[in-house]
Antibody, heavy 122, light 111 residues
Framework: EVQLVESGGGLVQPGGSLRLSCEAS????????MSWVRQAPGSGLEWVST???????FYGDSVRGRCTISRDDSKNTLFLYISGLRDDDTAMYYC????????????????WGQGAMVTVSS | IVLTQTPLSSLVTLGQPASISCRSS???????????LSWLQQRPGQPPRPLIY???NRFPGVPDRFSGSGAGTDFTLRISRVEAEDVGIYYC?????????FGQGTKLEIK
């Protein structure tokens, strides 16, 4: 059974930093591109970042320059480090299995974690 | 790529059909020919649940009253007969190109 479990959320002061983790199980983690998607309270979904299985990272405009996505395939874990946190970074952060690398015509975004809540407030 | 969903809210009688449109600002056909347009359902207090991938393919466990159609830049999610458990917000998402993008969401409520 595929599982994605996020951790590392919490209350952070403006200007602070945070590292989120997503521990994956039930599939060959190293074969998949993985993403972070966030949702501010009462708002829609916003793509944050993707790290593909070939080592390439992509970022949304709202976090580029403040954010680093990484992965440890030996530990089946995806990370998201965010610095310079602002009020508008307050959101639930979801870990998403996005797509199998190098295999076209397969389902995308097929598994989502329960999310980790990040609250930026003084 | 901007995805525009209509309507943003929908009030539907139980047993009646519902339809949501998702229009893309550019073609979602990937270089190798597939179109990576998916639909998600989000019930209150829950993470998004994948419903449809590559325009029209249902994920395992998704009832067959849900269907997807479209091509290029215009896509539609249809619910043939709305049930009470279908209440929630529906999003389209494109993963053809970076940056990824979501539609604004359509809130489905029962009349």
């Amino acid at each position: 059974e595929v599982q994605l479990v996020e951790s590392g959320g919490g209350l952070v002061q403006p200007g602070g930093s945070l590292r989120l983790s997503c521990e994956a199980s039930g599939f060959t983690f190293s074969n998949f591109a993985m993403s972070w998607v966030r949702q501010a309270p009462g708002s829609g979904l916003e793509w944050v970042s993707t790290f593909n299985a070939r080592g390439a990272a992509f970022y949304g405009d709202s976090v580029r320059g403040r954010c680093t996505i990484s992965r440890d395939d030996s530990k089946n874990t995806l990370f998201l480090y965010i610095s310079g946190l602002r009020d508008d970074d307050t959101a639930m952060y979801y870990c998403v299995r996005e797509y199998p690398q190098g295999v076209p015509a397969m389902p995308h975004c097929d598994y989502w974690g329960q999310g980790a809540m990040v609250t930026v407030s003084s | 790529i901007v995805l525009t969903q209509t309507p943003l809210s929908s009030l539907v009688t139980l047993g009646q059909p519902a339809s949501i449109s998702c229009r893309s600002s550019q073609s979602l056909v990937h270089g190798h020919g597939s179109t990576y347009l998916s639909w998600l359902q989000q019930r209150p207090g829950q993470p998004p649940r994948p419903l449809i991938y590559m325009i029209s393919n249902r994920f395992p466990g998704v009832p067959d009253r849900f269907s997807g159609s479209g091509a290029g830049t215009d896509f539609t999610l249809r619910i043939s007969r709305v049930e009470a458990e279908d209440v929630g917000i529906y999003y389209c998402v494109q993963t053809t190109d970076f940056p990824r993008s979501f539609g604004q969401g359509t809130k489905l409520e029962i009349k």
